[in-house]
């Protein structure tokens, strides 16, 4: 008999991680993506979209100028 409590718990346990994964994807996935007034929106940085990047990157070579990679790992 005691074993359908710990069931219970562990069943539990799951659904809540589960539900938690979920929202996180539905949240990650559908998020609105937003930049502050004023500020550029934000690009992504790919092989066709390089070329401007480099051009507007070097146009401004008297201000300090910085990139950042973020990576998910």
């Not at 949240?27 to 066709?48: D, F, V």
């Amino acid at each position: 008999m005691r074993l359908k409590p710990i069931l219970l718990t562990l069943t539990t346990a799951i659904l809540l991680i589960a539900a938690t994964a979920v929202f996180g994807f539905v949240w990650l996935t559908n998020a609105p993506r937003r930049t502050p007034p004023g500020q550029p929106a934000l690009s992504h940085l790919a092989t066709a979209t390089f070329p401007a990047f480099r051009d507007a990157f070097n146009a401004l070579d008297q201000e300090t100028r910085v990139i950042v990679l973020l990576s998910p790992t």
